[in-house]
């Protein structure tokens, strides 16, 4: 199951129902990876996220780590930081989101999520966040997951490091791709230390450019992060597919991730618009290992066992994608009736 955020955390604070939820759609051994969920005070976009700095919140995620766990399935927490995609308002003390520049994302009055503009990270402030990221981690494995996937896709903080039309800095953080490339795996090599580098993924989406956070050579960037992942021997990579061009948008593209799998030496999980076609097909013919399904899975928490029997599927209902009811749109979608 990919991650994805359903806002029903309330105060950020993971809730119960978050265990119907997730075991809901758990299989023995199935891989399950979390919502997006914040690293620390200033990793917050958006209100009912979950986050996993406080002590509170490590507490509440035991029970829903517990719940996958009792029905065999294995979990990752995804770790986020949002950088600019946030607002003051969201922020300690009203200050202002914290990010690789200070160059904002365009506030789109027609849309519900406001955005101001970013502070640039000092270089000297950058080691903290990466402190954070594995703070943060140590706190998952205390929850109980399995391990964690490092958010470095969809114009977050990580990917605002990585993309050259986001990236406008001078220092070793910014400019060449080298450089930029450098916070993500910083982040990743002192999460390995912390919880050992099979427990570690990350997901990655170069070729796309949601918040503004496009790359003039998405390619190049994809090829040299997977090749520097392999140094660490984390456990994964999860690359979001070229054709997905918006968060939920496909579009034909010639583009493909077939070199970044080859140069990848582990696992690698593929997303992106995959229906139980061409998710077989993708994986007969090796150009992943695994594949991770979004919106089919939120719709159909029996996915598995649907797509075993090539069974008829569920619609998603995209309006309660994000909306804070604990059960409507979240734990109510029927399971296939097997009795017929
Ligand atoms: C409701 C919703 C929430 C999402 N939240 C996240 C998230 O928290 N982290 C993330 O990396 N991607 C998130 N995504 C993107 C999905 O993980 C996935 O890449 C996307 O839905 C495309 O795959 P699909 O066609 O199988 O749905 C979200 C998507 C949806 C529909």
Redesign the pocket.
Known sequence: M?????LRSYGYVPQPQAALYYSQRTTPGGLL?S??TGISETAMAYINIGGIWRKEQIEAWKPIVDAVHSRGGVFFC?L?HAGRVSHRDWQPNGEAPVSSTDKPVADDPSSQYRFTPPRRLTTEEIPTIVNDFRLAARNAIEAGFDGVEI?G??GYLVDQFLKDSVNDRTDSYGGSLENRCRFALEVIEAVSNEIGPDRVGI?LSPFANYMESGDSDPKSLGLYMAKSLNRFEILYCHM?EPR?KT??E?FECTESLTPMRKAFNGTFIV????TREDGNKAVEEGRADLV???????ANPDLPRRFELDAPLNK?DRPS??TTDPVVGYTDYPFLDTTD
């Open positions: 990919a991650p994805m955020g359903r990876i919502e997006a995804q986020w958010h896709a969809h997901r979001v997905m968060v939920s496909i997303a992106g618009g995959y991770a399904y979004g919106r089919l899975f939120l998603y994608f994000y």
